[in-house]
């Protein structure tokens, strides 16, 4: 069974920094790429973050870069986003997803990505 498992999150107040860790199991996905997303109450999924299977590439959305490092231990199978600065709107459910999928901007496409985990809530209180 191939699982993708968050944690990390919680509530922090405006300017502090969380370290986000997204663990897989049941497979090896060191050479798959891994990328986060968010969902706000009441919108869509966005993406934040993703970097390639090897970690010479890594993409930022507009909003969080120069804020946010996404990370990875191919050892661990693990992925990170190291979120500084942080801000209320920052405030929303983080998933970490898998996929083989590499080029281009497929690595902010959602629908591109084979693997989720059940998202972890960060809250930035103002």
């Known amino acids: 069974q191939v699982q993708l498992v968050e944690s990390g999150g919680g509530l922090v107040q405006a300017g502090g920094s969380l370290r986000l860790s997204c663990a897989a199991s049941?497979?090896?996905?060191?050479?798959?790429?891994r990328a986060w997303f968010r969902q706000a109450p009441g919108k869509e999924r966005e993406f934040v973050a993703a970097?390639?299977?090897?970690?010479?590439?890594?993409y930022y959305a507009d909003s969080v870069k120069g804020r946010f490092t996404i990370s990875k231990d191919n050892a661990k199978n693990t992925v990170y986003l190291q979120m500084t600065s942080l801000k209320p709107e920052d405030t929303a459910v983080y998933y970490c997803?898998?996929?083989?999928?590499?080029?281009?901007?497929?690595?902010?496409?959602?629908?591109?990505?084979?693997?989720w985990g059940q998202g972890t809530q960060v809250t930035v209180s103002s």
């Open positions: 997803a898998a996929t083989r999928t590499w080029g281009g901007t497929i690595y902010g496409d959602k629908n591109r990505y084979d693997y």
């Open positions: 049941g497979r090896t996905f060191s050479r798959y790429h």
């Open positions: 970097i390639s299977w090897a970690g010479f590439e890594s």
